[in-house]
Structure formats: C-alpha cells, structure tokens
C-alpha cells in the first residue's frame, strides 16, 4: 500500500520563527489536504492543495499564516508562520484516494511545539 | 453550525467484550461515513467506511451501523483487544465538500 511521510516528526520552535513541514506520498495523488490537531482534540481542516491551482483555505485559517506549495503530484509543503505558543499541535497532512476513492489517508504527523 | 460529535468522551472495556463506540451527525445531506482509529504519536489511520445507501458493513471484527432517521453512526468491534486502545473519530462529508471529524473516543482495553 502506499506509504505518507512528513519531515519533521516533531520540532520544538521558538516564538517569531518559521516552519516548513513537509509530505511526501510514494504514489501520484491529485488531492491533498493539511489538518490541525491541536492538544487533546480532533482534527480541522486549514487548507485542500491541489497540484496546479493555488490552495484553499478553510475559515480561520490564512495563506499568509500557512503557505502551502504543491509542485507536483506525490509532494506538498506546509509552512507555519512567525509563529506562535498557540500554534502548538499536530499537523498532519493526508490524500484522497490511494486506496479507495474518497476515502483520506493521513501521514504520521508533525508535533510541533512552540516556546 | 453542521457537526459530527460522539456520546461519550471515553470508553473503558475488558478485554475480550465487545464495544460500541456511537457518533451523531448533523448534516442530513451527508453521503459518505468513516470511522479512523488514532494511536498516540501516530496519524488517524482508516478502518472502515459506509455509503448513505448502506445501513451496514462489516469488516474484520469491526462492524459500522448507520442509522439515518436519527443521524447515528455507530462502530462496533467485536472480542476487543488491548491493541484497540486507542482514539476513535468518526468523519462524514458530502460529495465535493471536506471531511468533518467528530470530537473523539477514547478506547480503553484492560486485560
């Protein structure tokens, strides 16, 4: 089955400073997603990133804040900005239909924490 | 505002018993159900899904009921085990619209 990377694991950050997560996906995906899991919670949407248009971004939730780049089919970039203690979660990013066709599979995740 | 929610917060079991793990939806347009199953330090991982034309599937030791009268979903795992323990989300959406997770249940297996 295919297999969903993200670099890095995890990443203790200091407040102001920048993050930039990756997702790598073994196979060629057309959508790909990036979620939020903040402590204790469930997970919320920030943006859909399809290869070739410009990402969309759910309520709440900015480019300015969270730049995302997808250059191609199986890679895509989530960049937290100047960032904050509330910015402490899980980002996870996941993709439609490796498997089954709607369905959403998701990387390991990303803990980050923000001092 | 539409939302997906479960009863119960947590869930504690023997080992062996069998457990429900219940989810209420909102959105009455929704077509499409996944239950995911999330241990700690790792990323939801799918289980099992049900299309709003289905009322029941089953897979191995898990079975999801969906009842759309009173917008219920329902996982069901049979002789659970102490590998089960874990965080339970339902997520449901309609075609061409994100997915929406529901709050979480924690899974609890004692031996």
């Known amino acids: 089955s295919a297999v969903i990377s993200q670099k890095p694991s995890r990443d203790i950050c200091q407040r102001g400073t920048s993050l930039t997560i990756q997702c790598q996906v073994d196979?060629?995906?057309?959508?790909m997603f990036w979620y939020r899991q903040q402590p204790g919670q469930s997970l919320t949407l920030i943006a859909t990133?399809?290869?070739?248009?410009?990402?969309?971004?759910e309520s709440g939730f900015v480019i300015d804040k969270f730049p995302i780049s997808r250059p191609n089919l199986t890679f895509s970039t989530l960049t937290v900005s100047n960032m904050s203690p509330e910015d402490s979660s899980i980002y996870l990013c996941?993709?439609?239909?490796?498997?089954?066709?709607?369905?959403?599979?998701f990387g390991p995740g990303t803990r980050l924490t923000v001092l | 505002g539409e939302s997906v929610g479960l009863h119960l917060p947590t869930l504690s079991v023997q080992e062996g018993d069998n457990s429900i793990i219940n989810c209420a939806y909102s959105?009455?347009?929704?077509?499409?159900f996944i239950w995911y199953k999330q241990e700690s330090g790792k990323g939801p991982q799918f289980i099992i899904d049900?299309?709003?034309?289905?009322d029941k599937r089953q897979g191995q030791r898990v079975t999801v009921l969906l009842n759309k009268t009173v917008k219920h979903l329902s996982l069901q795992i049979a002789a659970t085990q102490p590998g089960d323990s874990a965080v339970y989300f339902c997520?449901?959406?309609?075609?061409?619209?994100?997915?929406?997770f529901g709050k979480g249940t924690t899974l609890s297996v004692s031996s």
């Open positions: 997520a449901e959406n309609q075609a061409g619209t994100a997915l929406i």
């Open positions: 990133a399809n290869q070739g248009s410009e990402a969309t971004y």
């Open positions: 049900i299309r709003s034309n289905m």
């Open positions: 959105n009455s347009a929704s077509d499409y």
């Open positions: 196979s060629q995906v057309t959508m």
């Open positions: 996941s993709v439609e239909g490796l498997a089954k066709r709607d369905t959403q599979y």
